[in-house]
C-alpha cells in the first residue's frame, strides 16, 4: 500500500522567506501528485497537480517538483506570505485513489 | 464553476438519530469521493463512487451508508453513530477516479455526535 510521508511537520518562518515543503511516497507507480492547502477546520482547496509525465508545475509563487523515480516531490513557496499559513498535504494517485500524506503546518511569522 | 457543495455545515446528532449529508457538483465530474478527517490529521478515504457506481469502500461500519442518485449527486446516510464518529467530513469530486484531472474538494461538515 502506498504511504506517503511529509517532512517537517512543522515549520514556522518569518515573512519574506523562501521555503520549501517535501513530500516522500513509498511506490513510484503513480498517476499523479497532488498539493493542497488547508485553513483550520476548513476544505482542502488545490493549488497544484503533477502528471506523472510531468517534472513540475508552476503557479504563482508556488513551484512544485516531481521526481518519480526517487519517490519524491517538493512544493517550492517563494516570498512567503503571513496568508500562506496553513497546512500543506500532498496526495498521490495510483490510477484509483488518492493516498495523503501526514501534512506540514505551516506558520510565516509578520 | 469548480465548486462542490456540501450541507450541511454543521450537525450535532445523537446517537440514535438518523441523518443525511449532502454533496453536489456540476462540474460534469464522474468520480465523487468521501472522506474523514480528524482533527490535526489527514483525510481518510471513505468511499469512492465512479460512474455513479460504489467503487471503493474502505472497510468503513454499515452505520455509514453511501448514495449516488445521479453524476452529480452524492449522499452519506448516518444511523446510530458513535461519539468516535465525531469529525470533519469532506467530499471531492474530480473528472475520472484517480488517473487524470485536479480532485475538487468542498467546505466539508463538521458532525459531532453526543
Known amino acids: 500500500k502506498q504511504e506517503v510521508t511529509q517532512i517537517p511537520a512543522a515549520l514556522s518562518v518569518p515573512e519574506g522567506e523562501n521555503l520549501v515543503l517535501n513530500c516522500s511516497f513509498t511506490?513510484?507507480?503513480?498517476?499523479?501528485l497532488q498539493w493542497f492547502r488547508q485553513d483550520p477546520g476548513k476544505g482542502l482547496t488545490s493549488l497544484l497537480l503533477?502528471?506523472?509525465?510531468?517534472r513540475e508545475q508552476t503557479s504563482g509563487r508556488l513551484n512544485a517538483s516531481l521526481d518519480k523515480s526517487s519517490g519524491r516531490s517538493t512544493l517550492y513557496i517563494a516570498a512567503s506570505q503571513p496568508g500562506d499559513s496553513a497546512t500543506y498535504l500532498c496526495?498521490?494517485?495510483?490510477?484509483?485513489?488518492?493516498?495523503f500524506g501526514t501534512g506540514t503546518s505551516l506558520t510565516v511569522i509578520p | 464553476d469548480t465548486e462542490v457543495t456540501q450541507t450541511p455545515k454543521h450537525l450535532v446528532m445523537g446517537m440514535t438519530n438518523k441523518k443525511s449529508l449532502k454533496c453536489e457538483q456540476h462540474?460534469?465530474?464522474?468520480?465523487m469521493y468521501w472522506y474523514k478527517q480528524k482533527a490535526k490529521k489527514p483525510p481518510e478515504l471513505m468511499f469512492v463512487?465512479?460512474?455513479?457506481?460504489?467503487?471503493i469502500n474502505e472497510s468503513v461500519p454499515s452505520r455509514f451508508s453511501p448514495e449516488c442518485p445521479n453524476s452529480s449527486l452524492l449522499n452519506l446516510h448516518l444511523h446510530a453513530l458513535q461519539p468516535e464518529d465525531s469529525a470533519l467530513y469532506l467530499c471531492?469530486?474530480?473528472?475520472?477516479?484517480?488517473?487524470?484531472?485536479?480532485?475538487?474538494f468542498g467546505p466539508g461538515t463538521r458532525l459531532l455526535v453526543l
Open positions: 471531492a469530486s474530480s473528472q475520472s477516479q484517480g488517473t487524470i484531472g485536479t480532485q475538487y
Open positions: 511506490d513510484s507507480a503513480i498517476y499523479n
Open positions: 503533477i502528471q506523472s509525465s510531468q
Open positions: 496526495a498521490v494517485s495510483d490510477g484509483n485513489q488518492f493516498y
Open positions: 462540474m460534469g465530474h464522474r468520480a
Open positions: 463512487y465512479s460512474y455513479e457506481k460504489l467503487s
